[in-house]
């Protein structure tokens, strides 16, 4: 099966067998990767620096001895054809490609010469003897499981075959030639021992470090997988935040949501006495209001999704006229849309910008009014000046700008004419006479341009012909269809782009690079985790592998400074210790293992040595402390037997777990075990008799003294994760005794063996002696168990390494999660961001719902816009939106209490709140009418709250503001709309009489409509009536003003 198939296989979620496939090409892949560890170069490198120190040792014996040449021909052929062969077997391995590609041919040669030589050295020198090789076979067989780059049946092959091929041989050759040996079948019982003890260790070996490499592996899998989900995630996350924000004042935002998620505080407390501002002036820079004259009456008739539709497609194309301007949209309030130019960078045509903006605004409205035969035209006012421009509050952040010229801009289109562009003085000086202009007349028609010269730009579009691309006036059928109908059909020909369209399709996230505002470099994790592991999934093979690949390299962590490249120590004092102080789960095992070596060391001087009352003893007590040592690993092992037993044995499995996690009991039983073994298999050997010439029949257990003295060194392997330094230090230790007691204290019977052995004047081979066999072998092994603690240390290492770094990653993916959440929770209600993320929403759709009863709440501060001023002394504002964001800031927080859950903060609107409750609700639910309307009665809560807060802000800056509230209820409209910044809102008739609601009300009192007061009269609140007042677009309105019963909502504040 190719690997698109199979990618295309796991990338279908509804694909029978997907979920095998997967976990098989994570699994295949895992075993890619995993293949190269198992091939160590420089374990390789090692080994033949072994096998090459001990031929040339051979030689240098041989010469050294003075031994004939021509009585040993074979031997020295062998040695020196092998010292040529190995010689170029390492220059080969040097390469390290050639090396990856035919590491098996390298693993075979090596088996294969080491096996020849052997033979050679049997039956060459001397008269064979069964113990002959057995440490040339024995160490074949370890490394075969070793330091060979072969997997786990491929070692087991190599080890049972050279085991076999001794006992087989030797079982063979030796009773035919040899008829006077004495105790010939224990002699070659022992030789089996020792080879089954060999390979059960090195299938022990193989198999823990295979584990542990696999873990490794998966654990590099995962952070590759990981890291593809960071890059990809860290995209969207910039999308959702460049969404709300500009990219200038979006990286201070987030690396402050960072912080905060890192000093776990989600509740947005703060240890000091203010929240940030996220506010900057700019001055220079010209704003423009655009309003869509008869669009309310249009919208009237329209379903929701129609009406969804055409905002979007209206503001999108708006959203793009922006663009080609150089302008920045900055928020869309109803169907009001304004925009700045010369933010954030200074433009010096930022006047004509808005200008030529305003005139394409106004042509895209006439085009769309001619095609449709629909009666809408568009509003625009432009003025130039300074502008504060930022976010406030810590809820549904949105951008915009507040000044005395923004609201001048404001008013300038109020007081405009449909189908013109209205602009002032200020902005008319900036346009260096580029359009025609007239008088404009604007304090005619908006009392707050009185004394103000005002100007209609003349749009030199106006004579010229209808641009080709506008439709054909509809047929005569089409007239019959509805305005919003014919609207939808023309609209959707501007093809305006969808509302997080960037979320829904995968393939964007990837050609469509946001802005970096990444300088905080933390990961994230993900909106949609299923849809982002399927991502991670379907990378390539190789583009999974190459982190992974890089795990086997050890000139990759040495260049990463993590480690020292000497000691393999971690330079991170921190990291070292945390190493150090891991817990161990498989110590168990260990010892285990331990025991083994122990028995078969046992077995073998119990076939071979003298039988006397130290041997009884000393393997007596051995026994019984090695029962002690492993009753200690395995208590945790009994806790199912224990937990039914008395109390007093209940702290029986804790003993295990101490092993298990505390360096302080483990080490010592580690010491124990080994010093324990390395005694044993040459304690006996103190009480063999002396060799006499009557009695010499046991000097042919001195070799096999000397294979339980190499057995007990392997056992420094059997503890993988043992410190280096430790090992190197027992070892050492071990080796200077061994050599001391074979070569110097008990030498003489060696000499008096080999002087039965070779009555005549013959030498016998290098390897035939068993002082020289000591002296060699001995010093092999030591180096042999170094390479292996040694490899063993870096893959523990490593192990730990990745380990700790796909735990930190992990962690910054639940920090960016968490962030992720927060900045979703800003933009989109929760209910309404699974449609956007959710992983079966599909891309053309958009988001827009109806619904029957939500309750609509306007809260403004009129004494704001006095309070508001420009001067040096506030910073131009500056210091009055520090205030106006305190408040907004504490009114969000008041969001985050469960009582408020319902309540969904729409938008700020200047220094006006607006929020919604019952938009969390399934329309048509058939509750009673107290549950239904009960999200009303929250509403009034949160309003009362919200004039506590304000007065509680009041006492501590020492002002006297009220809030003026209004609240309905009734059907309407929500829906995300604009492609640039895509905003959530909601529209209807019922919106608009709340925001009457509060323009006509009176300070420090919540209006309401009289519906309102009914439902609110219903639910136990007091309402009393204010009378007839007259709301503009509504005519006369029956209102009422609720109670503020302060036994019924008692508030607390901090």
């Avoid at 002002?959 to 909601?986: C, E, T």
Wanted: aromatic fraction near 10%; charge should be neutral.
């Amino acid at each position: 099966m190719s690997v698109e198939r199979a990618r295309s296989m796991v990338m279908e979620p509804g694909a029978a067998g997907a979920a095998p496939v997967t976990r098989r090409r994570e699994e295949a892949l895992c075993q890619t990767s995993y293949r190269p560890m198992q091939q160590q170069q420089p374990a390789s490198l090692l080994t033949l620096l072994i096998i090459l120190g001990f031929s040339l040792t051979l030689v240098a014996v041989f010469f050294i001895s003075q031994r004939p040449v021509s009585d040993h021909l074979g031997f020295v052929i062998t040695v020196f054809v092998a010292l040529g062969v190995f010689v170029l077997l390492f220059l080969l391995v040097c390469v390290e490609p050639l090396f990856q590609r035919c590491h098996a041919v390298f693993s075979l040669l090596v088996w294969g010469f080491l096996i020849t030589m052997a033979f050679v050295f049997a039956f060459t020198g001397g008269p064979v003897q069964p113990w002959e090789q057995v440490a040339f076979f024995l160490f074949i067989t370890i490394i075969v499981y070793t330091l060979l780059p072969l997997c786990l049946k491929s070692a087991v092959i190599g080890g049972v075959v050279t085991s076999l091929a001794h006992i087989v041989v030797f079982s063979i050759y030796v009773p035919v030639t040899n008829h006077s040996e004495d105790h010939l079948e224990l002699q070659l019982l022992s030789n089996a021992v020792v080879f089954i003890c060999a390979n059960l260790v090195g299938v022990y070996h193989k198999t823990l470090t295979e584990r542990a490499l696999q873990n490794t592996c998966r654990d590099g899998l995962n952070f590759s997988q990981s890291r593809g989900k960071l890059v990809s995630e860290k995209k969207q996350q910039e999308h959702l935040l460049l969404s709300v924000l500009p990219a200038y004042i979006a990286l201070e935002m987030k690396a402050e949501i960072i912080k905060r998620l890192k000093d776990k505080q989600p509740d947005l407390e703060y240890s000091n006495n203010f929240h940030n501002l996220y506010v900057k002036q700019h001055k220079h820079v010209s704003i423009l209001y655009a309003d869509i004259v008869g669009f309310t009456q249009l919208a009237s008739m329209c379903s929701p999704k129609e009406l969804v539709l055409m905002l979007n497609e209206l503001f999108g194309k708006f959203d793009q006229i922006a663009k080609e301007n150089e302008c920045l949209r900055i928020k869309i309030l109803g169907d009001c849309y304004y925009c700045v130019s010369g933010l954030p960078v200074s433009l010096p045509s930022h006047a004509k910008n808005c200008v030529k903006m305003g005139l394409d605004m106004c042509h895209s409205i006439t085009q769309l009014r001619e095609a449709t035969g629909v009666n809408i035209d568009m509003r625009v006012g432009v003025h130039s000046g300074n502008v504060l421009c930022g976010v406030i509050g810590l809820q549904k952040w949105q951008y915009d700008v507040w000044s005395k010229d923004v609201t001048l801009a404001n008013h300038m289109e109020s007081g405009g004419l449909p189908g013109r562009v209205h602009i002032t003085e200020a902005t008319y000086t900036h346009l260096d006479g580029e359009y025609e202009v007239e008088e404009g007349e604007g304090e005619t028609r908006d009392s707050y341009l009185t004394g103000l010269k005002t100007y209609l730009v003349i749009d030199p579009r106006v004579s010229a012909p209808v641009n080709g691309d506008v439709l054909s006036p509809l047929p005569p059928e089409g007239v019959k269809q509805r305005a919003s109908v014919r609207m939808a059909r023309y609209l959707e020909s501007w093809g305006a782009v969808k509302p997080f369209a960037h979320l829904s399709h995968r393939e964007s996230m990837e050609l469509d690079t946001p802005p970096d505002i990444t300088a905080v470099e933390i990961p994230m994790n993900n909106l949609n985790q299923h849809r982002t592991t399927d991502r991670a999934r379907s990378q390539k093979p190789e583009e999974m592998n190459e982190p992974i690949e890089s795990v086997h390299s050890y000139k990759h962590w040495v260049k990463s400074g993590e480690m020292n490249p000497i000691t393999l120590y971690f330079k991170d004092w921190s990291m070292e210790k945390e190493f150090r102080w891991a817990p161990l789960p498989d110590f168990h095992l260990y010892m285990a293992c331990s025991v083994l070596i122990f028995i078969a060391v046992f077995i073998i001087q119990m076939f071979i040595s003298y039988k006397n009352t130290a041997l009884g003893i000393s393997y007596g007590v051995s026994f019984f402390i090695f029962l002690l040592l492993l009753f200690t690993c395995f208590a945790g092992h009994l806790t199912r037997w224990t937990q039914k037993g008395p109390r007093f044995v209940q702290w029986i499995p804790s003993i295990s777990a101490a092993v298990i996690k505390q360096p302080l009991v483990r080490v010592p039983v580690q010491v124990i075990t080994i010093l324990l073994i390395l005694i044993m298999a040459l304690l006996n050997f103190f009480f063999l008799p002396e060799p006499v010439s009557t009695n010499s029949n046991y000097l042919y257990t001195v070799p096999y003294y000397l294979y339980c003295c190499l057995l007990s060194m392997l056992s420094c392997s059997i503890f993988l994760r043992m410190n280096f330094e430790l090992k190197l230090t027992l070892l050492t230790l071990a080796l200077v005794v061994y050599e001391v007691i074979f070569l110097y204290s008990y030498g003489y019977r060696s000499d008096h063996y080999v002087s039965e052995l070779y009555t005549n004047s013959s030498r016998p081979g290098v390897l035939k002696e068993p002082k020289v066999m000591a002296g060699i072998w001995l010093f092999v092994f030591f180096f042999t168990v170094l390479v292996l603690a040694r490899q063993d240390e870096f893959y523990s290492r490593l192990d730990f390494l990745w380990k700790r770094k796909f735990g930190q990653e992990r962690e910054e993916i639940e920090t960016m999660e968490n962030l992720n959440q927060v900045l979703l929770e800003n933009v989109l209600p929760a209910h309404v961001a699974t449609q956007f993320i959710g992983q079966n929403r599909r891309n053309e759709d958009l988001y827009s719902q109806s619904y029957e009863c939500v309750c609509v709440m306007f809260a403004s501060i009129p004494d704001f816009k006095v309070f508001y001023s420009e001067s040096d002394v506030n910073r131009e504002g500056l210091e009055c939106l520090r205030l106006l964001n305190e408040i907004i800031s504490d009114f969000d927080e008041l969001l985050s209490k469960p009582k408020f859950s319902g309540v969904e903060k729409i938008k700020t609107i200047c220094s006006t709140y607006m929020a919604a409750t019952g938009l969390n609700t399934v329309s048509g639910n058939n509750e009673d009418t107290d549950r239904s309307y009960a999200h009303i009665g929250i509403m009034v809560e949160f309003a009362i709250t919200l004039m506590g807060k304000l007065d509680y802000i009041n006492k501590h800056s020492f002002n006297d503001f009220k809030l003026r509230i209004g609240i309905n209820h009734g059907p309407v409209i929500a829906g995300v709309i604009g492609a640039q910044k895509p905003q959530y809102d909601i529209w209807g008739n019922s919106v608009n009489v709340a925001s009457r609601m509060d323009s006509t009300g009176v300070l420090g009192k919540i209006q309401v409509t009289e519906d309102t007061a009914d439902i609110l009269q219903s639910l136990g609140y007091s309402c009393s009536l204010r009378g007839v007042i007259k709301v503009k677009g509504k005519g006369d309105l029956q209102t009422y003003f609720v109670e503020m019963d302060a036994g019924k909502t008692a508030i607390q504040l901090p």
